[in-house]
């Protein structure tokens, strides 16, 4: 059974296009992340829903929008992309998202190109 | 500035030994947890150690933390060719929710 699922696995696209990623879990937790691994692989954490709450939006360009219709979901679109964005981009959810007691679960990346 | 640093970068060790690799961190902190990533996979937790943990062991993996020094180690005994992966620590700093990752090590074990 698939815990944390994005969609899609990869994808290329060329600058100026508006692009859409998906994240669905099916653990129940309240709470679902997005991250950014550049090609380094530092891991830094973009924004964090709870419970369709935004509680954590961190300085990212505003092209970037999450959207989370409910605590399952939560989808990352992207506006006008750059040579910058390409990265892969994980999804995650924890259980309740608190002070940083719980364990993570991530989603398997979507690898972006944009060229 | 980055939370988590570990070091080495790169590890690459004979199947059998031991491999350990190191976390620093700036701030307080509620926790620690260690992560492991496959090439071209998510995260998969590890272990959590809580501030007022100094050790704790996980089958083959043994963590250490020294809240004095804001450091932590992972040691991974006996290894296995399937233990080859990147590790990270992440930390989340007192007060707030933010997962704050190292940079990683990146272990190679030669069978």
């Known amino acids: 059974d698939t815990a944390v699922s994005q969609t899609p696995k990869y994808l290329v696209t060329q600058m100026g296009n508006d692009k859409s990623i998906k994240c669905e879990q099916n653990l129940g937790h309240d709470t679902m992340y997005w991250y950014k691994q550049d090609s380094k692989k530092f891991l830094k954490i973009m924004f964090s829903y709870n419970n369709k709450e935004l509680i954590i939006n961190e300085t990212v360009p505003n092209r970037f929008s999450p959207k989370s219709p409910d605590k399952a979901h939560l989808n990352l679109h992207i506006n006008s992309l750059e040579l910058g964005d390409s990265a892969v981009y994980f999804c995650?959810?924890?259980?309740?998202?608190?002070?940083?007691?719980?364990?993570?679960?991530f989603g398997p990346g979507t690898r972006l190109t944009v060229l | 500035s980055q939370q988590g640093e570990e070091d080495p970068q790169a590890l690459s060790i004979q199947e059998g030994e031991n491999a350990t690799m190191n976390c620093s961190y700036k701030t307080s902190i509620n926790n620690l947890q260690w992560y492991r990533q496959n090439s071209g996979r998510g995260l998969v937790h590890l272990i959590l150690i809580r501030s007022n943990e100094r050790e704790k062991h996980s089958g083959r993996l043994r963590v250490t933390l020294d809240t004095s020094k804001k450091s932590s180690s992972l040691l991974i005994t006996a290894s296995r060719a399937a233990d080859t992966a990147s590790y990270f620590c992440a930390t989340v700093s007192s007060g707030t929710y933010k997962y704050i990752f190292g940079t990683g090590t990146r272990l190679k074990v030669l069978a």
């Open positions: 995650a959810s924890s259980l309740l998202g608190g002070g940083g007691t719980d364990t993570q679960y």
